[in-house]
């Protein structure tokens, strides 16, 4: 009978305890605010965050204010980047009425002579739309979108092929209505733009092409402001030290465009990573070492990530990313399939969460996890859900903190806690993919020539 007991006792334990851990983990969200108030924080005392400017500067003092506040040692670590500030752009329709045009000039415009020329419309702004056009010395208006039959054309394309054909300004027309526009960089070399780029409206952008369709030739005014600098940023880590040095990291970029408060993307994720270091912060026995990363300057180019691999790439095991991650609805494995039997069984055991996207592999690029994929780390992120009116601001004036719904935020962190708590403790065969495994994976994925368009395809 006491050899029964024994026996009971000495299987059952360590089944309780994780049990118990995992009740801890996943409540210990619920009973905090902390990861709300970093949210608001950052959001109305710092504001939109440029990588480079007084307001990241300030989300990042409010980062290590707070989390020096719980206990969190945050530091922080510099790098430099081709940086690029907004100037108070001009854009005015002079004929056949003044008008000002809402705009936002694309991250690296350079400052431009003041620029008075007739709009021509160039479709989607592929070379075969300029056949019948001279555009030289006039202003390119193209369409955001671009149809779905076609080979894709990134902006940075069409903005080259609009400077080869002469043309002195670039205008694309937003997709979604309400006079929303779409902020975003010009390149992805942080190079200046070859000529002035802007994003404006879809209601102006349709009634210039209804002028222009009419034979009434509207002559625009356009003069840049903005300027490329050589900036500092800063990474902001915190590290939970594990018995192997070997680590898993945990990232979000906290940078965000300066024209919003860059509330959806990044501040959630922002937000789920404080909230994260918070909780798995009340364990310390951990196999691998936890570092948990606010990574700088994303939106202008992965600046900050891609410093971040630089430096530390050999030492990472596996990189998870947040960027606006969701209500949770499973895990995308990013094509390192060998995880999946360890995500199957670790979701099967919550159950409360609607995971009803399970485990996936919808690899993605250009976010913080693109350098970690492409040296063979293990890259996750969170699969999850946002309604419309919540991700229907990205890269607009109106990504703002009541945008959000804050219960996803804590729903994130119990979720991830769980999951970051088991890869931390019970994961013992982390591998890296060869750079021939991973080209194949990014083939596979029909990710190539994106990459290469971008200029970042490295696997030739
Ligand atoms: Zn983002």
């Known amino acids: 009978m006491k050899y029964i007991n024994f026996l009971f006792l000495f299987i059952s334990l ?3 305890s994780w049990q118990g851990e995992v009740n801890n983990l996943i409540s210990r969200p619920y009973l905090s605010n902390r990861h709300i108030e970093f949210l608001q924080r950052i959001c109305d005392e710092a504001g939109g965050r440029l990588a480079g400017t007084w307001e990241n500067e300030k989300a990042l003092s409010i980062l290590k204010e707070m989390a020096k506040e719980d206990g969190l040692d945050v530091r922080f670590e510099q790098f430099q980047f081709p940086g690029w500030l907004r100037g108070n752009d001009s854009l005015f329709s002079l004929k056949p009425r003044f008008k000002e045009l809402r705009c936002v000039g694309l991250g690296y415009n350079a400052p431009s002579e003041p620029i008075e020329a007739e709009v021509v419309y160039a479709n989607f702004g592929y070379t075969d739309n300029y056949e019948t056009l001279d555009v030289r010395n006039k202003i390119v208006l193209v369409n955001q979108e671009r149809p779905p039959n076609r080979e894709e054309l990134l902006r940075y394309e069409a903005i080259e092929i609009a400077s080869k054909k002469g043309a002195k300004a670039i205008l694309f027309i937003n997709n979604k209505n309400g006079g929303l526009l779409l902020a975003g960089v010009g390149n992805f070399q942080g190079t200046p733009n070859p000529i002035p780029a802007f994003s404006i409206t879809y209601e102006d952008g349709q009634y210039l092409l209804r002028l222009i369709r009419k034979g009434i030739k509207p002559i625009v005014f356009v003069k840049s402001n903005s300027v490329c600098v050589q900036s500092t940023s800063h990474n902001a880590i915190y590290t939970i030290p594990g018995k192997l040095k070997q680590k898993i990291v945990v990232g979000a970029h906290i940078d965000s465009w300066d024209i919003s408060q860059g509330a959806v993307d990044n501040g959630v994720g922002s937000a789920v990573l404080y909230g994260l270091a918070l909780n798995l912060s009340q364990y310390k026995d951990y196999k691998y070492t936890i570092e948990f ?23 990472v095991v596996l990189a998870i990313n947040l960027d606006m991650p969701g209500d949770p609805r499973g895990i995308n494995l990013m094509g390192f399939d060998y995880l999946r039997p360890f995500f199957d069984s670790t979701l099967a055991k919550i159950k409360g969460f609607n995971l009803e996207n399970g485990v996936q592999n919808s690899p993605w690029t250009n976010s913080d996890h693109m350098y970690f994929m492409f040296e063979g780390i293990p890259s996750l992120t969170m699969l999850g859900w946002m309604e419309e009116s919540m991700y229907r601001h990205y890269h607009d004036f109106g990504d703002y903190f009541d945008k959000v719904n804050k219960n996803y935020i804590t ?13 931390a403790n019970d994961f013992n065969d982390f591998k890296r993919l060869s750079r021939e495994e991973v080209k194949n994976l990014l083939k596979k994925h029909n990710l190539e020539s994106r990459l290469r368009k971008q200029k970042e395809w490295i696997f030739d």
Do not use: Q, T
């Open 293 to 315: 990363v606010w990574f700088n300057a994303e939106e202008l180019g992965l600046w900050g990530s891609k410093r971040y691999v630089e430096k530390h790439n050999k030492d």
């Open 411 to 423: 729903n994130a962190i119990a979720f991830l806690s769980v999951v970051i708590y088991s890869l």
């Open 14 to 16: 360590p089944l309780f």
